[in-house]
């Protein structure tokens, strides 16, 4: 139901497996043929997923033997993620100027922080 293009949300799943550890460097994972089945979606979907990922160097290919997670995927997760401070910064502006306080800010970064991912 999200608002999301699917192939975007398989992008975040993935993203959110590595930075959970729970896909590690090197892991297997599903085919494409084997995703689109299970998620009742178009190969295409998924394979632009793929795609995505490779180009972002998080998952790498093995001809014949499929799709796996790049050693180093977690870091350039993280360097990605540390990018968005600079959006996050023109957010904060935007709320100083539309009259929301530090106080406010900060009592709903904290309440973010307290329930966690």
Do not use: H, W
Not at 4 to 32: A, G, H, R, W
Not at 40 to 45: I, Q
Not at 99 to 117: A, D, F, H, M, R
Request: proline share 4%.
């Amino acid at each position: 139901m999200s608002r999301t293009p699917v192939y975007l949300q398989i992008i975040e799943q993935v993203e959110t497996f590595v930075l959970k550890d729970i896909l590690k460097p090197n892991d297997q994972i599903p085919s494409v043929r084997n995703l689109s089945v299970s998620l009742a979606l178009n190969p295409n979907t998924v394979q632009k997923a793929y795609s995505e990922l490779d180009r972002r160097g998080l998952i790498y290919s093995v001809p014949g033997k499929g799709c796996f997670i790049a050693s180093e995927a977690k870091d350039i997760i993280n360097k990605l993620r540390r990018q968005r401070l600079t959006e996050f910064e023109n957010i904060t502006k935007d709320l100083l100027m539309a009259g929301i306080s530090k106080n406010e800010l900060i009592e709903c970064i904290e309440s973010i922080y307290k329930k966690g991912v």
